[in-house]
């Protein structure tokens, strides 16, 4: 079992930064992925970035690439989504989750076994 535990959201104006946390606890393994989605209002749940834990190298969905960065932390499973930029189109709630398939990367949200409690990031034009 693994518990995800974020935190961070809240409401910026466009071109504000925010920086999200996601802390991992229970069974955890290095090759696990840790990725970011986000659910825009009246929309499907969407890919925003992943790395894996035993990794520095990550990925991003096109839409956010250049903007937003993971990060470590000293707390070998945390990792941080550093939010920088922020538009009105990046309002949605964010949610981490931890992919256990071994030697899968994945951009579904259903390839993602556990899921932490969503934070709200709303974006003001």
């Known amino acids: 079992q693994v518990q995800l535990t974020e935190s961070g959201g809240g409401l910026v104006q466009a071109g504000d930064s925010l920086r999200l946390s996601c802390a991992a606890s229970?069974?955890?393994?290095?090759?696990?992925?840790v990725g970011w989605f986000r659910q825009p209002p009246g929309k499907e749940r969407e890919f925003v970035a992943a790395?894996?834990?035993?990794?520095?190298?990550?990925s991003y969905a096109d839409s956010v690439k250049g903007r937003f960065t993971i990060s470590k932390d000293k707390a070998v499973n945390t990792r941080h989504l550093q939010m920088d930029s922020l538009e009105p189109g990046d309002t949605a709630i964010y949610y981490c989750?931890?992919?256990?398939?071994?030697?899968?990367?994945?951009?579904?949200?259903?390839?993602?076994?556990?899921w932490g409690q969503g934070t709200q990031v709303t974006v003001s034009s």
């Open positions: 989750a931890v992919d256990t398939t071994y030697g899968r990367y994945s951009d579904r949200p259903s390839d993602y076994d556990y």
């Open positions: 229970g069974r955890i393994f290095p090759n696990y992925v």
């Open positions: 790395i894996r834990l035993s990794s520095s190298s990550a």
